[in-house]
């Protein structure tokens, strides 16, 4: 090779960021994103359950917590990560079996996606204060 | 692992395990944990709800009934392993200095089975007692 001395960097496949954002994209990265946030939410389950064996002073104050107006903001997006990552898994499963990869089901299944965990999540606390 | 030296051919090296030596153990897991995350998650779900506005006596009433307890040491063990997994899956994408990565996923390790363990001890705590 001619230019051998000088070692070129090798090509690399346009970035991510030039292509415009499309749904598909977006709840790709969400799925992960809402796996992260799981995965410290864990630890908050953790504490809450350490807290009621603990005694009972421990579990007031986590409980306190919780019920603060910051901490059910935590605890609604806690909701809607764990059933946006569900419902994302559940596409992945989809596509395991080898379906839905043409370009209106996945589109489809993106929308579906997002429009079930709201909903869902909706649901959830719409039954919590109902029934509490 | 020494490639250099060894008298297996790159193809007998690479077959079945990949570049990460365990083959497909984690897809398979990682799968196997989600699948059985499905109806611990709405499980989950329905036990805090359970729980909402409930005192302390009471919460613990039903932490700590079997029909409460078990499916959320199940709950506990399932997503232990799959968050290890997911988390080791993007440190591996992002984190590419050997140095780094390695820690990250050693504090992954950790993070994951203290937090598994800890809410399975406090399961187990409420429903034997003491």
Same mark, same amino acid.
Request: hydrophobic share 55%.
């Given at each position: 090779?001619?230019?051998?001395?000088?070692?070129? !960097? %090798?090509?690399?496949? %346009?970035?991510?960021?030039?292509?415009?954002?499309?749904?598909?994209?977006?709840?790709?990265?969400?799925?992960?994103?809402?796996?992260v946030a799981l995965y410290f939410g864990t630890l908050l389950? +953790?504490?809450?359950?350490?807290?009621?064996?603990?005694? /009972?002073?421990?579990?007031?104050?986590?409980?306190g917590f919780m019920t603060s107006w910051f901490g059910k903001?935590?605890?609604?997006?806690? #909701?809607?990560?764990?059933?946006?990552?569900?419902?994302?898994?559940?596409?992945?499963?989809?596509?395991?079996?080898?379906?839905?990869? *043409?370009? !209106?089901?996945?589109?489809?299944?993106?929308?579906?996606?997002?429009?079930? +965990?709201?909903?869902? #999540?909706?649901?959830?606390?719409?039954?919590?204060?109902?029934?509490? | 692992? /020494? #490639?250099? +030296?060894?008298?297996?051919?790159?193809?007998?090296?690479?077959?079945?395990?990949?570049?990460?030596?365990? *083959?497909?153990?984690?897809?398979?897991?990682?799968?196997?944990?989600?699948?059985?995350?499905?109806?611990?998650?709405?499980?989950?779900?329905?036990?805090?709800?359970?729980?909402?506005?409930? /005192?302390?006596?009471?919460?613990?009433?039903?932490?700590?009934? %079997?029909?409460?307890?078990?499916?959320?040491?199940?709950?506990?063990?399932?997503?232990?392993?799959?968050?290890?997994?997911?988390?080791? &899956?993007?440190? !591996? /994408?992002?984190?590419? !200095?050997?140095?780094?990565? &390695?820690?990250?996923?050693?504090?992954?390790?950790?993070?994951?089975?203290?937090?598994?363990?800890?809410?399975?001890?406090?399961?187990?705590?409420?429903?034997? *007692?003491?």
């Amino acid at each position: 090779m001619a230019d051998s001395k000088a070692r070129r !960097e %090798p090509p690399l496949s %346009p970035h991510l960021e030039i292509y415009k954002p499309a749904m598909t994209m977006i709840m790709s990265i969400v799925h992960r994103i809402t796996g992260v946030a799981l995965y410290f939410g864990t630890l908050l389950l +953790s504490v809450w359950l350490v807290s009621a064996a603990t005694s /009972d002073a421990a579990f007031a104050a986590v409980h306190g917590f919780m019920t603060s107006w910051f901490g059910k903001l935590i605890l609604f997006g806690f #909701t809607w990560a764990l059933l946006h990552h569900a419902l994302g898994g559940i596409r992945h499963f989809i596509w395991d079996t080898g379906r839905g990869y *043409g370009a !209106e089901q996945r589109s489809f299944l993106a929308h579906a996606t997002l429009a079930g +965990s709201v909903g869902l #999540t909706v649901l959830v606390w719409v039954i919590a204060f109902v029934t509490r | 692992m /020494d #490639t250099s +030296s060894s008298m297996k051919t790159p193809l007998k090296r690479v077959r079945g395990l990949g570049s990460a030596r365990s *083959g497909t153990d984690h897809f398979w897991k990682q799968r196997l944990t989600a699948l059985a995350n499905v109806p611990l998650v709405i499980v989950m779900i329905a036990i805090v709800i359970a729980l909402v506005g409930k /005192d302390a006596a009471a919460a613990k009433a039903v932490l700590s009934h %079997p029909v409460v307890a078990i499916p959320m040491v199940l709950f506990f063990v399932s997503v232990m392993v799959h968050m290890r997994i997911g988390m080791q &899956v993007i440190v !591996e /994408d992002y984190v590419h !200095e050997e140095g780094p990565k &390695v820690l990250l996923l050693a504090l992954n390790a950790f993070f994951s089975i203290a937090v598994g363990l800890a809410g399975i001890f406090a399961i187990l705590k409420l429903s034997f *007692g003491a």
